[in-house]
């Protein structure tokens, strides 16, 4: 079993960055993570995943380029780097744990943390 705290989230002028951070217990190495985002009336929606390994990450077309994905195994961590951030990029985020791969399909994921605010002002 996973457990999985997310934090970093906070309020940024469009064009700033923040630097999310989900920390890890359980068996972590052994599971693909990902970062998804819920914006109030909408379904979660897929950012970034991670293979287990950190050596492949995948990005939504509306983030790449501009969010960076990464991970500590050692640490038990897994990072969301977003620069360049967009008043579109408001929204709680959430990362999850997949013990099959890294995936932009939510069900994969059977591990969720509570998720962190991110609010990008215009």
């Known amino acids: 079993q996973v457990r999985l705290v997310e934090s970093g989230g906070g309020f940024v002028q469009a064009g700033g960055s923040l630097r999310l951070s989900c920390a890890a217990s359980g068996s972590f190495s052994d599971y693909a993570m990902a970062w998804f985002r819920r914006v109030p009336g909408k379904e979660r929606e897929y950012v970034a995943a991670i293979s287990w390994s950190g050596g492949a990450a995948y990005y939504a077309d509306s983030v790449k380029g501009r969010f960076t994905m990464s991970r500590d195994n050692a640490k038990n961590m897994v990072y969301l780097q977003m620069n360049s951030l967009k008043p579109e990029d408001t929204a709680v985020y959430y990362c999850?744990?997949?013990?099959?791969?890294?995936?932009?399909?939510?069900?994969?994921?059977?591990?969720w943390g509570q998720g962190t605010r991110v609010t990008v002002s215009s």
């Open positions: 999850g744990a997949s013990y099959t791969l890294a995936t932009r399909h939510e069900d994969e994921y059977e591990y």
